[in-house]
């Protein structure tokens, strides 16, 4: 779970709405450019006021004091906004869960995710930006570079690892 609060509501660009705890896939399923969590209910003025803030490149949840978390899609990255310390890694270890089962091409289900506390780490050393071209998958371990996202055409500077024998994930 990215978010285990069963209060809020969630708003998107896509005008779509849930309620309940979010898991990456509840999150990204309607392809959103932008996503909001707000503690109460959700009006359509709540929403255009977050559409607004998202076209100005403004931050989202400076837009409604009971915002809880926003994802705002770029074409090669997310960023996250949360008042909530548990939702950057517990999103980070989904990234990194997700990239892993797409280069191994099995079920997302299949791949345990790292435990938040490597995922603080990699994005405290400065966020993820994951490459397909600078993963390497050999027969006992998946190693996935990682770039640091404020300069995207710079190449990997740090890796981390998921061994394949024991689905644990540790750094280099």
């Not at 309940?20 to 009006?43: C, F, K, M, S, Y």
């Not at 009971?66 to 994802?71: I, K, P, V």
């Not at 995922?119 to 071209?133: D, E, F, K, N, P």
């Not at 027969?139 to 190449?155: K, R, T, V």
Request: hydrophobic letters at 40%; charged letters at 20%; aromatic letters at 6%.
């Amino acid at each position: 779970l990215v978010c285990r609060r069963s209060n809020l509501v969630w708003t998107s660009d896509r005008q779509c709405a849930f309620t309940g705890p979010a898991t990456p896939n509840i999150l990204l399923q309607h392809n959103p450019r932008w996503l909001v969590a707000i503690d109460g209910p959700v009006e359509t003025r709540d929403t255009n006021a977050f559409a607004t803030a998202a076209s100005v490149e403004d931050e989202l949840l400076d837009c409604d004091i009971r915002g809880h978390s926003a994802f705002k899609v770029h074409s090669h990255y997310v960023r996250i906004s949360t008042r909530d310390p548990e939702v950057p890694p517990a999103m980070a270890s989904a990234v990194l869960q997700h990239h892993a089962a797409e280069a191994l091409r099995c079920p997302v289900g299949l791949i345990k995710p790292p435990e938040a506390g490597l995922a603080s780490l990699l994005i405290r050393q400065g966020g993820l930006l994951l490459r397909t071209v600078e993963t390497e998958c050999w027969p006992g371990f998946l190693d996935i570079g990682i770039a640091n996202p404020s300069h995207e055409a710079a190449p990997a500077t740090r890796s981390v690892i998921f061994d394949r024998m024991t689905g644990h994930w540790h750094t280099d």
